[in-house]
């Protein structure tokens, strides 16, 4: 599993930079190096994209963790130029998506649709800043296609993997995620917040106030390193 909190996911983002595979004759279009796809840390031009919703059935090893309501970059890379423009979609329940019904169908109106009409760079590589939403799930999944223009000669649509004459102008890929909030920092066994009160002035019996002496709260590391930083 991968987990990449805070300013970890950009830095991660950075470093997810892949470099071109060979020509196929099944090749891919765009690849999302960040966060980690279904395709795996080595997507490449002949990585499968061209089945809807997601290139790839069915949720696989590379699981992001993310928290909720987190900001990331998405990492595009094309590996092969088109005309073109992106769609980033999540949805928190499985990796069901609609497809958009028209070259031109970039305004809205779908669900889970988080950014549309992205613009295609120059570059190969482009990073898109997405915020997700502030829920937690375990089956969520982070959709990219790449919707083409010079393709539509037959009519316009992607692949559903059902019929042999559909038509390849959308391109998929998916990333598995899992948002999950922080665990609260279990309490220590022994702390001084565990212990009975005890008798405490000059009317406590001896033995109490000898034992009351040796009560002290467990060492507090971070503090400690901030005396040491600061020293």
Do not use: W
Request: negative net charge; hydrophobic residues 35%.
């Amino acid at each position: 599993m991968s987990r990449h909190f805070g300013m970890i996911s950009l830095g991660a983002a950075a470093v997810a930079i892949m470099l071109f595979g060979t020509a196929d004759t099944a090749q891919a279009h765009v690849c999302m190096d960040f966060p980690i796809s279904r395709t795996g840390p080595g997507c490449t031009r002949a990585s499968p994209q061209k089945i809807g919703p997601c290139g790839i059935e069915g949720r696989g090893e590379h699981v992001n963790e993310f928290r909720p309501g987190e900001t990331i970059l998405v990492l595009l890379n094309e590996t092969v130029n088109h005309p073109s423009h992106y769609r980033i979609s999540f949805n928190p329940s499985g990796d069901a998506f609609e497809d958009p019904v028209t070259v031109d169908d970039k305004m809205g109106g779908h669900p889970n649709v988080l950014i549309d009409g992205i613009s295609d760079a120059e570059e190969a590589r482009q990073v898109v800043e997405i915020t997700f939403p502030e829920i937690e799930c375990e089956d969520c999944t982070l959709q990219l296609i790449q919707v083409m223009y010079d393709k539509g000669q037959n009519g316009f649509g992607g692949r559903d993997g059902m019929s042999a004459d559909d038509n390849d102008d959308i391109y998929y890929s998916c990333a598995d995620i899992a948002l999950r909030s922080p665990q609260p920092r279990r309490r220590e066994q022994g702390s001084v917040e565990d212990r009975a009160p005890v008798p405490d002035g000059p009317d406590a019996p001896e033995h109490t106030r000898v034992e009351h002496a040796r009560v002290s709260r467990p060492l507090d590391a971070r503090a400690l390193g901030r005396r040491h930083a600061a020293a």
